[in-house]
């Protein structure tokens, strides 16, 4: 019993799991959909928001979290009151995935999980301005992306990234920063 | 059929207008900011803005709303858990000036009714959803970062400053009302507390706290002040250190995060009323029990977590020594309380395929308890022993076990998500149940045998659980454990809950459940040679309940409305020997040459209850930064229609709290009230005593001293209004029937503490 407990444990693949996603895949998708209200001019760009949902391939937790986030936001079909247009990305570089963004003219790239040592890449790969980086695991916003969710406390919070936030032409209301944990 | 009629059908006319409201919240077009709040980011307003002010109910919703685990071991909206579900926070245990997890159940729980037995006996007699007994907290299951904290030799759990937890090192507290040994197994009949623990975020921190506490001395009517001989202040400190650090080893992240507190309470002295019976047990020269008692208290306790990846290690450790001077002689230096615990635990968390992932730990604890009293008359001790005797309890229980939890999401969407696990125990005890030395000599008794066992036993069990989320509206959860278990046998503990979330913000939860408690070592071998033989054989403790709650949110206030029937049977107390098993203990060698067959007891199961009760809670924020909130019980419970002691008809907790700026200065007032209840006598009265109504109050302010970055303030006044509880001391006695009922006191009624803690970024 003890060696099937080890084996099925210890043989199992590592994704780097110190970075966990904590906020259900569903509760950020409603939140990001408010979030974004209070986004300068997220609501009211033209046509329908681009959504790149960005999966690690072979990694069982980002494809996890990538079905989750896809099937949230095709239950929602709209965020901030736009119409959303939902593309995967299987991520093999930042440079492929900021040349998809630009090409798609991604209006948010959503990280799932096991991105966090590329978000800085990422971060600088995408086109500005007006693309809003948002990663599922709390941390990634300490490492450059724009937007996250995380459990403080068992409760969700946004996290955001002010510089990057800056960087991108984003300005987010008070009201979120009032709310958010603000990295400056 | 369309959802409102779906919901037209379900509820009243009266929610149904509410809830609409709340709908209509989540359509409104969004207006315009002060310019002094869009100063620190934008320029511009957004174009969706939900109200005037600024404020979006719906954003501030999803965040108050709490993300919990407890109730069906994965993530889940606590709107959508099978169970009441809720979460204390640490800015909550802040600003309301908690120092321990019974007083946040307490003052911030629901359903929660604690009784402070520690200035009378050992102990805490913690009482949900209508259940109290003088049962150490046997019924509740309380953990720590999901590990077991209930001693595996007694079942036992302290959730007052014996569990080991500075309160600094708790992130949240999360309780999960009913029945839940279909998830945990043993101990879950009433509730289940998970105490999760703070862990390194960002960066890398040093953390110290110092507080110091002042409580007013009593007099012999239980209330501050009264001039009595040899009285003094009480004086209550804690100092803790800590520190968080981030490292990379071996390619992986890691953290690491410690906590470590030292506690010490030289208590305020209470006036007890001298008391002149010979049932007493007086010192040479003493005519009388009772005066001026006094106590102290220490609690040392460690608490780390180290991760490395996937895998993380948790170790615990605790002291805790307190004197018991009401018990036996008047405030003997030998009487006291301990407990100690080791815990360890390393747990691993992976996915093995998108669908499956699958958790392990490996745990392993050492308990130990002891408590000793001592006895100047013969009259409690073993022959010989004329002068009187010292007595001591004392057990200890080490356990080693492998859990595993493989939890499939088949459509990776939450919708179909099943859960199937195992757990294997192995329990070694030891105990001395009943050791007395005589009180000038400290020898042992010459003729008596005083009990000893040492004791090996196995736990085994499986569980499974389905979550059915066919629509967007209805959650079901389906599940059982079976528990295999050489003290007693096999158990099984079923579930089944429905969760309909008609619209937005409403909740209807139904649910069935079963649970038990496993009659332990010590309960089996519970003996003493002059009053007590062992039971041997004890079935285990069964509950089965039945919960319909109904919550509701609008934009300010939300609320719950829970009501709850539930049937016990099979409680393990105490009954009267019959002939046949007395000759049998005396065959065994078991009683002392003194004992009286008339008077020897012994454990069975005995008692069926029966609860019907409710629970009531609120919220609101009604403007920035002010919360009011607040629940209350109403429960009855009986044996044999009779009320049981101490759990009163109705109880519950108020609170306001005004923060001037989040995470900022807070001014807050918390009280926690009780009606009137039947007072606890472990002796038999002629008559049953009641106790008034309970009052306890705590003003508390809080907040970051700004000229110091990192460095934060609390400071706590409390006050009991009535300083009694319902536990006798002395009371109307078929030898005594005059004698006037002697509540033990509240340790102290009127105490307060300032409290410094520093966060240092490194």
Not at chain 1, 102 to 110: D, G, K, N
Not at chain 2, 271 to 298: C, K, N, Y
Request: hydrophobic share 40%.
């Amino acid at each position: 019993m003890l060696g099937l407990a080890l084996g099925l444990a210890l043989g199992a693949p590592i994704d780097g799991a110190a970075d966990e996603v904590t906020v259900p895949a569903g509760l950020q998708v409603q939140l990001l959909d408010r979030v974004l209200r209070y986004e300068h001019g997220f609501p009211t760009a033209a046509g329908s928001a681009v959504v790149l949902v960005v999966v690690r391939p072979g990694a069982p937790e980002s494809e996890r979290v990538a079905v989750q986030l896809r099937t949230a936001f095709t239950s929602s079909r709209t965020i901030a009151d736009r119409a959303v247009e939902l593309a995967v990305h299987q991520y093999r570089s930042a440079a492929r995935l900021g040349r998809r963004a630009r090409t798609r003219h991604a209006s948010v790239v959503y990280l799932s999980a096991g991105l966090g040592a590329e978000v800085g890449a990422i971060a600088s790969a995408l086109p500005s301005p007006g693309v809003v980086l948002v990663s599922s695991v709390g941390a990634d916003v300490d490492r450059g992306a724009t937007l996250a969710f995380e459990l403080v406390s068992a409760r969700p919070t946004i996290a955001v990234n002010l510089p990057r936030a800056t960087a991108q032409q984003l300005q987010f209301s008070a009201h979120v920063l009032r709310v958010a944990r603000v990295v400056r | 059929m369309t959802r409102r009629n779906r919901w037209a059908l379900a509820l009243a006319l009266v929610v149904s207008l509410a809830s609409a409201r709340a709908v209509a919240q989540d359509t409104s077009a969004p207006e315009a900011e002060s310019a002094s709040e869009a100063q620190s980011a934008s320029a511009s307003a957004p174009s969706s803005a939900p109200d005037e002010e600024g404020a979006d109910p719906l954003l501030d919703a999803l965040l108050g709303e709490s993300v919990v685990s407890t109730a069906s071991r994965g993530a889940e909206r606590s709107s959508v858990a099978p169970a009441t579900t809720y979460t204390i926070s640490a800015r909550e245990i802040e600003i309301f000036g908690i120092r321990t997890v019974d007083e946040a159940l307490s003052f911030l729980g629901v359903g929660f009714y604690i009784g402070h037995v520690r200035d009378y006996d050992t102990g805490i007699d913690v009482g949900v959803s209508g259940l109290i007994q003088r049962d150490g907290g046997r019924h509740i299951l309380v953990m720590v970062d999901g590990h077991i904290m209930n001693s595996q030799d007694t079942g036992t759990v302290s959730p007052h400053e014996g569990l080991g937890v500075p309160v600094e090192a708790i992130d949240y507290i999360e309780v999960m009302l009913g029945a839940g040994s279909v998830a945990y197994g043993s101990n879950a009949m009433v509730a289940v507390i998970n105490v999760v623990t703070r862990h390194a975020s960002s960066g890398n921190h040093l953390y110290g706290v110092a507080e110091l506490g002042l409580a007013a001395p009593t007099g012999y009517d239980d209330l501050p002040g009264g001039g009595l001989p040899g009285e003094r202040v009480g004086l209550r400190y804690r100092l803790g250190l800590g520190g968080s650090f981030a490292f990379t080893l071996f390619g992986s992240p890691g953290d690491i995060t410690l906590r470590a507190e030292w506690l010490e309470d030289i208590s305020n002295s209470y006036g007890i009323t001298p008391t002149v019976q010979d049932d007493f047990s007086l010192r040479p020269g003493e005519t009388a029990w009772g005066g001026t008692a006094t106590h102290t208290m220490q609690a040392p306790s460690v608490v780390a977590r180290m991760r490395v990846g996937d895998f993380t290690l948790r170790v615990m450790a605790n002291q805790y020594t307190r004197g018991i001077p009401l018990i036996g002689a008047f405030v003997d230096p030998w009487s006291r309380e301990l407990r100690e615990a080791l815990r360890a635990e390393l747990a691993h968390r992976t996915s093995l395929s998108p669908e499956a992932t699958l958790s392990t730990r490996f745990y392993a604890d050492y308990t130990r308890f002891s408590e000793r009293t001592s006895y100047r008359l013969d009259y409690w001790c073993v022959e010989g022993q004329l002068d009187g005797c010292n007595f001591d309890i004392g057990s200890a229980g080490r356990s080693a076990g492998l859990e595993q939890v493989l939890t499939l999401d088949w459509t990776l969407d939450s919708r179909f998500t099943s859960t199937i696990g195992y757990d294997v125990r192995g329990r070694d005890t030891t105990a001395r149940p009943a050791d007395y030395y005589d009180v000038i000599t400290n020898a042992t008794p010459y003729t008596s045998r005083t009990p000893y066992w040492h004791q090996v036993t196995v736990l085994g069990a499986v569980f499974v659980q389905q979550i059915i989320r066919p629509i967007e509206w209805l959650s079901l959860n389906l599940g059982g454990r079976l528990d295999a278990d050489s003290l007693f046998g096999f158990r099984i503990s079923p579930r089944a809950a429905a969760v309909v979330t008609p619209v937005d913000r409403t909740t209807i939860r139904a649910s069935y459940a079963e649970a038990f408690r496993t009659p332990t070592s010590y309960e089996l071998g519970q003996s003493d040679p002059t009053f007590q033989i062992a039971a041997l054989t004890l079935r285990p403790e069964v509950v089965r309940t039945v919960e319909l709650e109904w919550q509701q949110g609008f934009d300010w206030l939300t609320f719950s409305l829970r009501g709850f029937a539930s049937f016990y049977e099979d409680f393990i107390g105490q009954r009267p020997a019959t002939m046949a098993e007395f000759d049998v203990a005396v065959a065994r060698g078991e009683v002392a040459a003194t004992g009286v067959a008339d008077n020897f007891v012994r454990n069975d199961n005995l008692s069926a209850l029966r609860t019907f009760g409710g629970t009531g809670s609120f919220s609101m924020r009604p403007v920035e930064g002010l919360t009011l909130a607040g629940s209350v019980q109403i429960a009855d419970t009986r044996q044999a229609d009779v009320q049981i002691p101490i759990m009163p008809l109705w109880c519950g907790n108020a609170r306001i709290a005004y923060e001037l700026s989040p995470n900022g200065v807070a001014f807050a007032l918390a009280t926690i009230f009780a009606g009137e209840r039947l007072a606890y006598a472990s002796f038999t009265a002629t008559r049953p005593i009641m106790i008034g109504e309970q009052l306890d109050l705590r003003l508390t302010v809080s907040g970051p001293i700004d000229f110091i970055p990192g460095l934060r303030f609390r400071t706590s006044f409390s006050y009991s209004v009535n300083p009694h509880q319902p536990y006798l001391i002395n009371g109307p006695l078929e030898a005594y029937p005059d004698a006037a009922p002697l509540y033990h006191p509240v340790s102290s009624p009127l105490f307060g503490y300032l409290g410094l803690s520093y966060d240092l970024s490194l």
